[in-house]
């Protein structure tokens, strides 16, 4: 089945440590997204990916990075994790038209000891 | 700005309709509704579209009134597996695909 995947399902990471998670989709998605959602909280967007275009959000801190090297990967990198950065991690996908509809891999939850 | 949702929560019976607002300080291109369960990623309930119609299957339909800035979500006769968190996603400009989500509206159905 076409979906969206998100490895690893769990990860944790020390204080400072860097540290990837990664998404891939097999439905050809051109739109990505990278959002960190806090418990009890709402998913807050921090990049998203128009095709190639990369948006950053204002409020995204610089220890953020993103990398999408072709349609069907994206990366997001924490330079330098705090505590304050343990969170589910939402990647998305959308194609551009009239349907729009988002679809959501499962999240990677980050623990930062 | 993050648009918000009222109520916060609410609890209801099975067989019980429940009305879920959603409301933006910015004019609204479109909305999507999603519900997320515990632990789980959001799932996608369905999309409105600035001009478009009145929206619904079964027994959860949306509106969204653009002069307003607003969209609520209606779910009828409600049944267990409707538990979970509702939001809203807003997108404020036609092309952007920038979607910003809602304050949340924890809903708890008993039976």
């Known amino acids: 089945d076409a979906m969206v995947i998100q490895n690893p399902r769990y990860q944790v990471t020390q204080f400072g440590k860097p540290v990837t998670l990664s998404c891939s989709q097999t439905l050809n998605h051109n739109v990505m997204y990278w959002y960190q959602q806090k418990s009890s909280q709402a998913p807050k967007l921090l990049f998203h990916?128009?095709?190639?275009?990369?948006?950053n959000e204002a409020d995204t801190p610089d220890n953020f990075q993103s990398r999408r090297p072709n349609t069907s990967f994206c990366f997001l990198d924490i330079r330098s994790p705090g505590l304050g950065d343990a969170a589910m991690y939402l990647c998305a996908t959308t194609r551009t038209g009239d349907s729009r509809e988002q679809y959501f891999g499962p999240g990677t939850r980050l623990t930062v000891t | 700005q993050q648009p918000v949702q009222s109520p916060q929560a609410v609890i209801l019976r099975e067989g019980e309709d429940a009305v879920i607002n959603c409301s933006s300080s910015k004019a609204l291109y479109s909305v999507h509704w999603y519900r997320q369960k515990h632990g789980e990623a959001p799932v996608f309930l369905m999309i409105?579209?600035?001009?478009?119609e009145q929206k619904g299957h079964e027994k959860i339909s949306a509106s969204f009134n653009e002069k307003k800035q607003q969209s609520s979500l209606y779910l009828t006769a409600s049944q267990l597996s409707y538990s979970g968190t509702y939001f809203c996603?807003?997108?404020?400009?036609?092309?952007?695909?920038?979607?910003?989500f809602g304050t949340g509206t924890r809903l708890k159905v008993l039976a």
């Open positions: 996603g807003t997108d404020t400009t036609s092309g952007t695909y920038k979607y910003i």
């Open positions: 409105l579209l600035k001009g478009g």
């Open positions: 990916y128009y095709d190639k275009d990369f948006n």
